[in-house]
């Protein structure tokens, strides 16, 4: 099944401004270059994809990690593209890290993670954006690959922070 979805064509609804879209367009049509992906193709992120970055489950830790950086990438780039500010994925990114401090082992703290499912489809409600659906979409269902596990905890956190790396890497405001 399909979290995140994504192709050029969205732009249009997305940039109101013909001069913000024409930016936009250029700077992904160049990614999607280097990802050697065809800019008529629409980008699919799977529900087998994210579980597979989280847990690990079938793969390899580098064919895991490899995974990791590329959707990182295509999701930094696409968030920037699609107006979503580093002060939205920070809001969330600055809890998960206070978590993460604070022991993933301890019952309390892995409540507060699961938590932030209804905070996250609050922000995504309350800005009624692209980038903010699809950074809830995202994340919503990594956070339920997660489960009890300290291990797919890290492997989220790995995941979150490099799509937080990437969007400022390409000039997320």
Not at 2 to 19: D, E, G, M, P, Y
Not at 72 to 88: E, N, P
Not at 120 to 125: F, M, Q
């Amino acid at each position: 099944m399909t979290v995140f979805t994504f192709s050029l064509q969205q732009l249009k609804a997305i940039h109101k401004n013909s001069r913000d879209r024409k930016k936009a367009t250029e700077f992904l049509e160049a990614k999607f270059q280097d990802w050697g992906i065809s800019p008529q193709s629409k980008i699919v992120l799977s529900e087998q994809t994210i579980r597979t970055i989280i847990t690990s489950q079938g793969v390899g830790p580098e064919e895991s990690a490899r995974l990791l950086v590329e959707w990182a990438d295509k999701l930094g780039a696409i968030f920037k593209a699609t107006k979503l500010s580093s002060s939205q994925i920070r809001d969330f990114f600055g809890e998960v890290r206070r978590i993460q401090q604070e022991g993933f082992h301890n019952a309390q703290v892995r409540r507060r993670f699961i938590l932030l499912l209804p905070k996250l489809e609050y922000a995504a409600a309350r800005a009624n954006a692209f980038g903010m659906n699809g950074l809830r979409d995202v994340l919503s269902y990594a956070i339920h690959c997660v489960q009890d596990n300290p291990q797919n905890f890290q492997r989220f956190m790995d995941f979150f922070e490099a799509i937080l790396a990437y969007h400022k890497a390409y000039g997320g405001n």
